[in-house]
């Protein structure tokens, strides 16, 4: 089930240069959202024609009724959305599709890229509270340092962090998958078994969901794909999907996924 809240803003801050953290007033959609499901937020400011934006659910705190958001300015949707300020009300639609499963046989490797870690620190705490037989492991890359976010909040949960950016500005010099790679060898070596979840660019969902069919594990991937209705409408988020049999069939992101299983995913 979705509602259609109006929250109100109780924070609105910078989080890293060009990031923003808002954290809504939401207790119907705190209290429902499971990791890896996102919103569809309708902002203030903009033509009364504009449609929303879906925005991936960074934190819920069922308890508390809030609902946290991480999310990058990249165009007028964001741009506008920056300016809201603390007791501004805006609408919400969620929570939305389906997200990540949130037990793991054997080790969760979390493989995030930019703002793509959002859903990741949701699903890591609510691994830990719910219980997992090892605890995560986040792989987070950027261009720069700048683009390495919510690191400290991992740690602070005592989740094990491994960065790469692209500069060499901070930890790996190189792509997120150079870590990965280096942490596959040492897991399978051992005899250890492991899962991947992964969000971010589509370059990183294609590499992690490879390295998932190539290990015989499971691969959860997040598709960040341009969800503009949000209800499976509008048919703008298709994802080539295969079968068990086969067969080639077009889903919508939106109300199929996002999260889909490596070996189903079309590239």
Not at 188 to 193: D, F, H, L, M, P
Not at 226 to 238: D, K, L, S
Request: proline share 5%; with cysteine; glycine share 12%.
């Amino acid at each position: 089930m979705n509602f259609n809240e109006k929250c109100k803003i109780l924070s609105h801050e910078d989080s890293a240069p060009g990031y923003r953290t808002l954290v809504f007033s939401a207790p119907q959609i705190a209290a429902a959202v499971a990791p890896g499901q996102f919103v569809h937020v309708k902002v203030p400011r903009l033509d009364a024609a504009a449609l929303r934006r879906p925005f991936s659910v960074f934190d819920a705190d069922a308890e508390a009724g809030t609902l946290t958001l991480l999310y990058k300015i990249v165009g007028k949707g964001t741009e506008a959305l920056a300016k809201e300020s603390v007791g501004a009300e805006v609408e919400v639609i969620g929570p939305l599709g389906f997200g990540f499963p949130v037990q793991c046989n054997g080790v969760p490797l979390l493989v995030g890229g930019g703002y793509g870690v959002a859903p990741l620190y949701f699903l890591a705490k609510r691994m830990l509270k719910t219980g997992v037989e090892e605890k995560p492991i986040l792989f987070v890359g950027g261009r720069t340092k700048d683009d390495l976010l919510a690191v400290d909040m991992f740690r602070n949960l005592g989740i094990e962090v491994r960065t790469a950016t692209n500069d060499g500005s901070e930890g790996a010099k190189g792509f997120v998958t150079e870590p990965l790679d280096d942490e596959l060898i040492k897991l399978r070596e051992s005899g250890k078994r492991f899962e991947l979840f992964t969000c971010g660019p589509d370059g990183l969902l294609k590499a992690v969901a490879h390295r998932a069919l190539g290990t015989g594990s499971k691969g959860w991937i997040s598709m960040d794909s341009h969800m503009i209705c949000g209800v499976g409408a509008c048919f703008a988020c298709i994802q080539k999907l295969k079968r068990p049999n086969g067969e080639i069939w077009n889903a919508r992101c939106c109300v199929n996924g996002p999260v889909f299983k490596a070996e189903e995913i079309v590239w």
